[in-house]
C-alpha cells in the first residue's frame, strides 16, 4: 500500500505515505502546497500527513504529484 488516506468529518484530509516524507514534504512545499506531518500527534509518526481540502486545482496539483513521487519508485 502506497498511500492509505483515512475517512474524516472534517475538512482535514489525514493520510499515511511509505514514501520519505521529506522527500514528500519537500515536493510539496515547492509547488506552494501546505502539507504538515503528524508527529507531534501521540501514536503517528512521521509517516502520517495532514493537509486541509483546498480549491479544486490545488487539490488536482497534490494528486499529481503524490502519483510523480510514486511514478519514480
Given amino acids: 500500500e502506497c498511500i492509505r488516506v483515512y475517512d474524516t468529518d472534517t ?3 489525514l493520510l499515511k505515505i511509505d514514501k520519505n516524507p521529506d522527500e514528500v514534504v519537500n515536493k510539496l512545499e515547492r509547488t506552494g502546497l501546505d502539507i504538515r506531518d503528524c508527529s507531534d500527534i501521540k501514536g503517528m509518526d512521521r509517516s502520517f500527513f ?3 481540502v483546498m480549491k479544486h486545482e490545488n487539490n488536482l496539483k497534490l494528486m499529481s504529484i503524490l502519483k510523480s513521487l510514486y511514478q519514480n519508485k
Fill in 50 to 52: 495532514r493537509l486541509s
Fill in 11 to 13: 475538512n482535514i484530509i
